[in-house]
């Protein structure tokens, strides 16, 4: 992903302690604010489905919009001691150092957290140069990290497919699982139904798919 110069102001801002212990995680810190994003893109980062944070190079919060605060919290409760950043975002951050800001390719990571919810985490250098690299080190001073719930947005992209390919209420079950990499096997075992089903199943999804997208072709042409 590209990630684009953006305007930075430093009045106005919010930001949270450097030790997020569960307690002061939702407030507002009365202390000096360093320079982040203006008013303007809070409002965008506020709107995004995905949790968004800014990071220092010494591995601290900048800027959380309140997805990734929700997030967070969620990854923490596998952890009672937690305090600082989650575990998993600080350790993304540091793999992105290491590889130094030259690189252009994010550095990913999943984990699970709890209610057996898949956490994504991709983090890469915010090109802020022109504003925020006063000390002239021609370095990136921040890392932009994205978090996201992927069990939450399967369900929003299968609740989308089944409106668009009119799936019923079976192919859906069967779907949700071949999503999430079941075999047929699995899906028979999870279902309590036979893999003959399952394939006549998978076999009906398939053609209402390559029908829906036939029409979608056809309706362009």
Not at 12 to 30: A, C, K, M, P, Q
Not at 39 to 47: F, K, P
Not at 195 to 215: C, D, E, F
Request: aromatic share 10%.
């Amino acid at each position: 992903m590209t990630v684009h110069t953006l305007p930075i102001a430093s009045e106005g801002t919010w930001i949270l302690n450097s030790r997020w212990d569960r307690h002061n995680f939702n407030e507002e810190v009365s202390q000096p604010k360093p320079a982040t994003f203006d008013w303007s893109w809070q409002i965008l980062a506020e709107s995004l489905r995905e949790g968004l944070m800014i990071i220092s190079r010494n591995v601290k919060p900048v800027y959380v919009n309140r997805q990734a605060k929700e997030l967070c919290q969620t990854l923490a409760e596998n952890d009672p001691s937690w305090a600082g950043l989650p575990e998993v975002v600080s350790e993304i951050c540091h793999k992105l150092i290491k590889n130094g800001n030259g690189s252009d390719q994010p550095v990913i990571l999943e984990c699970q957290a709890a209610g057996g919810q898949t956490i994504r985490v991709r983090a890469s250098w915010l090109n802020s140069y022109a504003s925020d690299d006063s000390r002239g080190t021609g370095r990136a001073q921040y890392i932009l990290v994205f978090l996201e719930n992927r069990n939450e947005i399967l369900q929003e992209e299968l609740q989308f497919e089944q409106q668009k390919y009119q799936f019923t209420d079976r192919e859906m079950e069967i779907w949700s699982l071949l999503r999430q990499d079941y075999s047929y096997q699995e899906i028979a075992a999870t279902l309590h139904i036979s893999l003959n089903t399952v394939k006549t199943h998978v076999k009906n999804i398939y053609a209402k798919k390559r029908w829906n997208q036939g029409g979608e072709k056809n309706l362009v042409s």
